[in-house]
């Protein structure tokens, strides 16, 4: 329940005062004096919003009293009762003493009431807009302590594995150790490799390890765009410039001034728009659509493609000038088939994020899973494991994700050596009988890893007994992996 207003009345007349403390009592907690001197003690150990001053006093006017509390307590709303219309001391009041209503004899109650409540109306707006400009004032500062929190707090990830996930020995370490060199140095950086193999996550290592790390960091994907969104979305454009352009507005190099621009997919361009990039790149500058002036930007530019784009400048369809210049340090990085090693910990890492997201208690895979995950090849790279690991959280409901809940073109066998890295094993060389074995160990490795390792439902769905699926599984040497795993084999 909100308190009510608090309004001192200051009057010498006994008989005015309690009239005026009877009618306003209801709507104001109402505090009297009948002199200055009482008046100003209340006023240093209460809080008063509100204060109704009689003009004639026997020591002081109303207007010399209402002047001094103008300059001790400025915050109070001052109000003037008076029974004279003397307008020289309605001026007076107004400039010196700052009040906010001059009253006249005789006062209607309800007219009363009204003024006294829109004056605490105006007490309350003035301290809401002293909050405001204090929160104003702050702002910057607790803005900036807010961005630099998170600042460090990616900069700390970047600058301490430089945020890409490996194992010993992975073939991603000679990227990482590549990625440390260059950075500090102010050149453009060209990354090349499949998509999903983590380009961006290298563009932003670059960054945060570089002296711009606490500039912007912008990234663009120029395969998402035709030439001319692609355009007023890097350069920036002024209004009425097309159709749609209501105001003026900056490009990406232009808000990333000071650091890194990313431009992802950059073989995707047309020719026409490599012309235009070029000369960003070469003179530092930019001219935004419908300017006729340019502007200096400085900017560090990454880059990456998965094409290979020398062949695409042998063939012409890449700018020999545009290559040159965004290649003075190249880093490719390797495909996710190449790095097994590397799977358990991706794929944990990514178990923990996509949990998070989705909402579900982070879990474990099993070791048969994991060994899956490790024998299939991956075209789609770090992508597509993180597709199929969020497929499996949502569709698994144990505590431990098995291999059950993989993709069928995943559950391939772990130990038929080269085959395995086939989406089809019947496409491997080998006699028609070679190929229809590869087929059928496949089909029962698959069946068994759907049923957990049942023999008896696997036998059921296969139409075999259990005397032939052993036979076929010692034929084929289909163990299950945890067996193979505790034996050493």
Not at 339 to 351: E, Q, S
Not at 374 to 390: D, M, S, T
Not at 444 to 451: D, P, S
Request: proline content about 4%; charged content about 30%; overall charge negative.
């Amino acid at each position: 329940m909100n308190s009510l207003p608090t309004l001192l009345i200051v009057d010498d007349e006994v008989r005015g005062l309690e009239a005026l403390e009877r009618i306003l009592e209801d709507e104001f907690e109402v505090r009297t004096a009948t002199n200055v001197k009482d008046a100003e003690a209340i006023l240093e150990r209460e809080w008063i919003q509100l204060l109704l001053c009689d003009q004639r006093m026997p020591e002081t006017t109303g207007v010399q009293f209402l002047s001094r509390v103008r300059k001790q307590w400025p915050d109070v709303v001052r109000i003037i009762l008076s029974g004279y219309t003397d307008a020289e001391d309605i001026i007076q009041g107004i400039n010196e003493a700052g009040i906010y209503q001059y009253i006249t004899k005789p006062w209607h109650p309800d007219n009363l009431i009204l003024t006294l409540k829109n004056a605490a109306h105006l007490f309350n707006l003035q301290r809401e807009n002293e909050l405001l400009n204090v929160e104003l004032r702050r702002m910057p500062e607790s803005l900036e302590q807010k961005i630099s929190g998170k600042r460090q707090r990616i900069q700390a990830r970047y600058q301490s594995d430089d945020g890409i996930i490996r194992a010993p020995g992975s073939a991603m370490e000679q990227v990482c150790v590549k990625v440390r060199r260059v950075a500090p140095y102010d050149v453009t950086v060209l990354l090349s490799g499949e998509s999903g193999t983590g380009k961006e996550l290298c563009a932003r290592a670059l960054h945060y390890n570089s002296l711009r790390c606490d500039k912007p960091f912008v990234v663009e994907n120029c395969a998402a765009l035709p030439d001319e969104l692609l355009e007023s979305e890097l350069f920036g454009y002024k209004r009425g410039a097309f159709t749609g352009a209501v105001e003026d507005r900056a490009g990406l190099f232009e808000r990333a001034d000071g650091g890194t621009i990313f431009l992802d997919e950059i073989g995707e361009v047309s020719a026409a728009f490599q012309v235009k990039l070029l000369r960003v790149l070469q003179e530092g500058e930019v001219r935004p659509l419908g300017c006729a002036q340019r502007r200096k930007v400085n900017v560090r530019v990454i880059a990456a493609t998965n094409r290979e784009l020398e062949a695409e400048v042998r063939c012409g369809r890449f700018r020999q000038d545009l290559y040159y210049r965004i290649s003075s340090f190249t880093i490719n990085l390797p495909p996710l088939r190449e790095r097994p090693m590397d799977i358990p910990l991706l794929a944990n890492a990514i178990l923990r994020q996509t949990a998070t997201q989705i909402g579900k208690e982070a879990r474990a895979f099993s070791s048969e899973a994991l060994a899956c995950m490790q024998a299939y090849h991956w075209p789609g790279n770090v992508r597509e494991l993180q597709n199929e690991i969020k497929h499996m959280l949502v569709m698994g409901d144990a505590d431990e994700l098995g291999a059950e809940l993989l993709s069928a073109k995943i559950m391939l066998p772990a130990q038929t050596g080269e085959e395995h890295a086939k989406e089809f094993p019947g496409d491997a060389g080998g006699s028609l009988k070679q190929r229809i074995e590869r087929i059928e160990a496949r089909i029962l490795r698959e069946a068994l890893i759907r049923h957990r390792w049942n023999k008896s439902r696997t036998a059921q769905e296969l139409g075999l007994s259990r005397v032939g699926l052993r036979g076929k599984l010692e034929r084929y040497a289909l163990e299950r992996v945890e067996q193979v795993n505790e034996t050493g084999s």
